[in-house]
């Protein structure tokens, strides 16, 4: 059983993600709350798999909420389960490395999906932000605002081909640039989700950095994915 924690400020919501998630017969919804400190004692006493949380909570927000969390329980991986599609915030967002960002405009049968694929170690993003995710890091790469994130010495590299990357691991790159989950990558090249996985962490390795989000700005500042 996967076990599930929802984090939403909207009473409506909150009833519908429960009603939804628990007819699925591998989730226990174990906790729900309405806001950041409900969240945090919950992930702490509770220690779920997964918490499915909104970005806009009543006591300030989500996005800033990850690392207090994973401090809390570091096995857990965060959800995002949002209206919210504003590029910026989409940015901040992803740099707080959830596990997964799905727009509930796609509905909970796309989010029960996503977190089937995150409970086996992937790192999903639903295709309705999936398509916004190269603009976003365009973005962010146009004025500046990755350079706390980034290497430094990665930043000042000329974007041209990096050196020892062949070319199925600059197609990974662009697949990562573009939103793609593992399980997508490993459908696309025809090849098992971990040998993907393992491509993934031979290229980071290659290029210097520590996450997807920070390889998918190193592929938009070297030009290897179309913007």
């Not at 199925?168 to 573009?178: D, K, S, V, Y």
């Amino acid at each position: 059983m996967i076990k599930i924690i929802i984090i939403d400020s909207d009473e409506a919501e909150r009833r519908r993600l429960k009603d939804s998630l628990s007819s699925q017969n591998d989730f226990d919804i174990i906790g729900i709350g309405k806001d950041c400190y409900d969240a945090v004692k919950l992930v702490e006493s509770k220690r779920p798999d997964i918490v499915i949380m909104d970005i806009e909570l009543k006591d300030g927000g989500g996005i800033g909420l990850i690392p207090l969390l994973k401090r809390k329980s570091p096995n857990t991986a965060v959800v995002f389960f949002t209206d919210c599609e504003d590029e910026e915030r989409i940015c901040r967002a992803l740099f707080q490395e959830p596990a997964g960002y799905v727009a509930k405009r796609g509905g909970v049968p796309n989010l029960c999906r996503v977190i089937k694929n995150i409970s086996h170690g992937d790192w999903c993003i639903s295709s309705q932000i999936g398509s916004k995710v190269c603009s976003v890091f365009s973005h962010m790469v146009k004025r500046g605002m990755y350079s706390e994130i980034m290497p430094h010495n990665k930043l000042q590299a000329p974007p041209e081909t990096p050196p020892g990357v062949s070319g199925i691991e600059l197609r990974i790159i662009g697949f990562i640039a573009q939103g793609y989950s593992t399980c997508q990558i490993a459908e696309k090249l025809s090849i098992t989700n971990g040998t993907a996985r393992n491509y993934i962490s031979v290229v980071m390795r290659k290029v210097g950095v520590s996450n997807r989000s920070q390889l998918a700005l190193f592929a938009v500042h070297h030009g290897l994915v179309p913007l």
